[in-house]
């Protein structure tokens, strides 16, 4: 038969072990939940200096002209333009159907995406460029990076063949050559023609001698 008083004994040493991992647990709960409210901290101020970067971002690129769909009046602006930008899209154009139909799209496209610069020249009117760029067809849209053009998006060939593209459509193409930037995009970086030559746009002593004339 069972002592009772070492069944007690034993019950007592029950009740202090429980105890004492019930304590031990305690404190590492409270541990965790200091820890997580400092790293909810850092991760709070984190995301206060990302917002305040990006705002002085944007700052700095509205003041550059991006968000709204520009004209260039001549071929010297171009150049100052495509220096002061990381990132910009430029479509040579002339007074026809197709254009317009790009100038919508693109229109809409320098609001969403304020990182890049939307810009327009009259190929006509720009001959030197239109030489030096290599451009025939219109619509033709230069995506320049860095001030190098790094990739061409001429005609509707690669919006479907038609008109009747989908502002999205265009976006998913400038999306593929990185020239913008929006959720989803590692998905659409697929690899691009490595065939493609980039040429310079940098202006050069040549230029200056051609818009002077």
């Known amino acids: 038969m069972e002592n009772p008083q070492v069944k007690e004994i034993l019950e007592k040493q029950v009740l202090t072990v429980a105890k004492a991992v019930e ?11 200091r820890l997580d409210t400092d790293d909810l901290e850092v991760l709070r101020e984190r995301r206060l200096q990302q917002m305040k970067k990006m705002a002085e ?33 430029c479509h040579f154009y002339r007074d026809n159907w197709p254009c317009k139909v790009m100038d919508k799209h693109l229109s809409i496209l320098a609001k969403q995406h304020i990182e890049t610069r939307f810009v327009k020249i009259h190929a ?59 959720e989803g995009e590692s998905s659409l970086n697929s690899s ?5 030559t ?3 746009v940098r202006q050069s002593s040549n230029a200056d001698s051609s818009d002077s004339e």
């Not at 479907?160 to 999306?175: C, N, Q």
């Open 23 to 33: 304590d031990k647990l305690d404190d590492e709960i409270a541990a965790f939940e």
């Open 57 to 89: 971002k944007r700052s700095h690129w509205i003041g550059l002209g991006h968000g709204d769909y520009y004209e260039i009046p001549n071929e010297k602006e171009f150049f100052s333009i495509v220096k002061a930008s990381e990132r910009v899209v």
């Open 124 to 182: 006509e009117k720009s001959p030197y460029l239109a030489e030096k760029l290599r451009i025939v067809v219109l619509p033709t849209l230069a995506l320049i990076k860095n001030a190098k053009v790094d990739d061409y998006v001429v005609g509707f060939d690669e919006l479907g063949g038609t008109d009747g593209f989908s502002t999205e459509e265009l976006e998913e193409r400038l999306a593929k050559a990185q020239v913008i930037k929006f």
């Open 192 to 196: 691009r023609s490595r065939g493609q």
């Open 198 to 200: 980039k040429r310079s």
